[in-house]
């Protein structure tokens, strides 16, 4: 199953796509949770590709943000397609006036989702942690969170710059410490060699 920026558990071994999986930075109170792909006929409709488990979720989420927090997006639900879901943003009321809006990322507040339930973790709040080895040796942060398809995974870059990958799994990252800014990993499992990061990974 191909997930984004999910919810992992654990104890359940399974994923839940909660939150999407941006590019571009986060900021620290904000979480992406779709993006407007395209306009949808002539009258200001645009389709909303969502990265909430179920698409209509979405609007569970409201008020939505630009990625800067300068633009509030209002929108009404028109149906939910196989792309995303079909609606009308307020004040967009012509079809170019929404073409300008192709690939604006929505953001939501942090708060407005559920705390994590024991052992679960928004990848939001896993990026940025300290990486320290079972041995207690820091070796760098944690880059990105990435699901391949085959299973989840981290990218961690050290201080001078280098890549690596681990998988995101008990055996492989046995404590998490989310309020104390760090996770612990298993050496053994480190996927990849070394490499700095302009080289590809």
Known sequence: ???????????????????????????????????????????????????????SDLLDYAPLYDRNKKRVFSFKLKRVIEKGIVAHLEGVNDRDAAALLRQTELYAEREAFDDEKEDEFYFVDLEGLT???????????????????????????????????????????PEIFVKKGYLVVNPDFILTAWKNEKEDV
Do not use: W
Request: charged fraction near 25%; glycine fraction near 10%.
């Open 1 to 55: 199953m191909k997930l984004k920026n999910q919810l992992y558990n654990r104890k359940e071994a399974h994923l839940r796509a909660l939150l999407g999986k941006s590019d571009m930075p986060l900021k620290n109170s904000l979480i992406c949770v779709g993006v407007i792909s395209s306009v949808h006929g002539v009258h200001g409709d645009v389709i909303i590709k969502s990265f909430t488990q179920n698409p």
């Open 131 to 173: 990486i320290r080895t079972i041995e207690g040796e820091d070796i760098g942060t944690v880059k990105s969170m990435q699901d391949s398809g085959a299973g989840t995974y981290f990218e961690g870059i050290t201080p001078d710059r280098k890549i690596f990958t681990a998988p995101f799994s008990k055996e492989a990252v």
